[in-house]
């Protein structure tokens, strides 16, 4: 008879078996048992991305650094710049209205430090509380700082920032990162003039050359000037904290031989592909989703001017923010004062007068085109919410089919790529096509491109063994902005669009 109350009746405590043999362990299964990545376009929202999402608490990703350090830092910075506007007003109204938003500013930096959740946005009257609130109380609910995505945490930092403002009485549209992204394109003279110098003079094609010579001519200044467009993003502020001039001019230097030894760093490289598609557009509409003012937005403008003047576009299009984000990004304040600071101000006081010509004679044109509306700028609420781009058609369908009408969209620097890509840590080797999602494959979706000089984890269309090889021999690769992509939706699309084309085919016989 078996005694169950005997002691050797007891489970044991532990039982320990040797698995050596089995085969290892696999990881991303899905609760029901099948293989979980990427999830399904049904299953992805803006709390399970296509793959895992980056979060604050991945100590092993930049958003770990970025949430932990960074945004404090940013932070701390900008109650500094406050306290410097501060010290300069004489009026008690509004000298007590800045310190109520200094006040909101502490509270930000205490919530961030001690990693609380993120509350609703406080309805400042601005029209993208209901984006906000909605995504916060739908996907967010209960979230913090370091376990909600990273993308739309660092996202949601910057519109707690401008809420700070926005509630004031006289300060809602104050904008703590002006000065230093003045005081950056100050001290850019010596790239700012390698290209003014160079393109002040507007552009005539030689006669003598045949249409063969020309299309040559043509094509290689577009390369080397979707180059300067490219690297310009290598400057962007919320990185540069501890620049010194010297550092600047390196990352800046725009001269020929120095674009040939950084192709190189162009890990997935469609520039020959864009090309493709431009060499016989005429008189198109290009979107320019803008980056980092300043010397960025400087490069983009140097490139649009040369876009409108080859004839590849009638018009070019900007998109920039509509509050201070990210530190760095262009507003519609930062646009007016780069056009209005080549033309007015004096910014170089030792540049000599060629140089200083070159730039206001290049900025009166750009000026023009403003006038002729061959440049428009634009600032949809879309692009400072923490949706990605995966969510465009549903969360702002009339700016998704505003940029359908486009013959190419263009997407600028680090954060933009994160939104294409939902910010997730797909396999390098995925394509851009698969990686954008609806962006490549939604009906009448634009082509795209990503110009980004790599700042953060997410890294698409590169090929493993070269992740890899980065990954082993220079770990920090991947947040230093020496590497860069030019990625095109194109090729995507095109299949997308002639299986349609097939469908419908098929059916017209069908009939
Ligand atoms: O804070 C991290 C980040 O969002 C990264 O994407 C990048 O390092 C930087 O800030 C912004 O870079 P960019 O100006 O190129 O979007
Ligand atoms: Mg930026």
């Not at 959740?117 to 967010?140: Q, S, T």
């Not at 549209?173 to 992204?181: G, P, S, T």
Request: hydrophobic residues 35%; proline residues 5%.
């Amino acid at each position: 008879m078996s005694d169950r109350n005997h002691a050797s009746a007891r489970p044991a405590s532990k039982t320990l078996l040797n698995l050596g043999n089995l085969p290892p362990k696999q990881m991303n299964f899905a609760s029901d048992g099948s293989a979980s990545y990427p999830r399904t376009a049904s299953r992805v929202d803006p709390n399970n991305p296509p793959w895992p999402a980056y979060r604050g608490y991945h100590e092993y990703s930049f958003a770990h650094e970025t949430m932990g350090k960074r945004l404090p830092t940013i932070l701390g910075n900008a109650v500094n710049d406050v306290i410097l506007t501060l010290n300069q007003q004489h009026d008690e109204e509004q000298i007590t209205d800045l310190l109520a938003c200094m006040d909101r500013m502490n509270v930000l930096m205490k919530e961030l430090q001690a990693n609380e959740k993120l509350r609703p946005i406080i309805d400042d009257e601005e029209g993208d509380v209901p984006l906000w609130n909605k995504a916060i109380a739908k996907y967010f609910k209960g979230k913090d700082f370091m376990n909600a995505p990273w993308l739309f945490a660092e996202a949601y930092k910057y519109r707690r920032l401008h809420e700070c403002f926005s509630l004031s009485r006289y300060w809602k549209n104050y904008d703590v990162f002006f000065r230093q992204k003045c005081d950056t394109f100050s001290r850019s003279g010596t790239a700012v003039f390698e290209l003014s110098m160079r393109f002040a003079t507007p552009q005539k094609q030689d006669p003598k050359l045949s249409h063969e010579e020309a299309q040559q001519v043509k094509k290689l200044l577009f390369l080397e000037l979707t180059q300067v467009s490219l690297w310009g993003n290598a400057t962007d502020l919320s990185l540069l904290i501890n620049m010194t001039e010297e550092d600047i001019k390196k990352i800046q230097s725009t001269g020929g031989e120095h674009l040939a030894s950084t192709e190189k760093n162009i890990l997935g490289n469609h520039l020959n592909r864009m090309w493709d598609l431009v060499a016989n557009m005429k008189g198109g509409r290009i979107d320019i989703v803008l980056d980092n003012a300043g010397f960025e937005l400087y490069c983009d403008c140097v490139y649009a001017d040369w876009l409108i003047q080859s004839g590849i576009a009638r018009e070019v299009h900007f998109h920039g923010k509509r509050i201070p984000w990210f530190v760095s990004d262009v507003t519609r304040k930062d646009w007016n004062w780069l056009l209005n600071m080549m033309v007015y101000g004096f910014l170089f006081p030792d540049a000599s007068d060629a140089e200083s010509q070159s730039l206001r004679q290049l900025g009166k044109r750009w000026k023009q085109y403003v006038a002729e509306g061959k440049w428009i700028y634009e600032q949809h609420p879309f692009w400072c919410t923490g949706y990605t781009f995966w969510s465009i058609s549903t969360e702002a369908p009339d700016l998704f089919h505003y940029l359908c009408e486009s013959d190419l969209v263009i997407f600028k620097g680090d954060l933009n790529h994160r939104k294409l890509t939902y910010d997730c840590q797909a396999p390098t080797n995925t394509p851009f096509g698969v990686a954008i999602g609806p962006l490549a494959n939604e009906a009448g979706a634009p082509p795209v491109v990503s110009l980004r000089t790599i700042k953060s984890d997410v890294v698409v269309d590169v090929p493993l063994e070269v992740s890899q090889r980065l990954d082993a021999d220079e770990p920090g690769w991947r947040i230093s902005g020496k590497y860069a992509v030019v990625l095109l939706s194109d090729e995507d699309r095109k299949k997308q669009q002639s299986a349609q084309q097939a469908g419908a085919n098929a059916e017209t016989a069908g009939n």
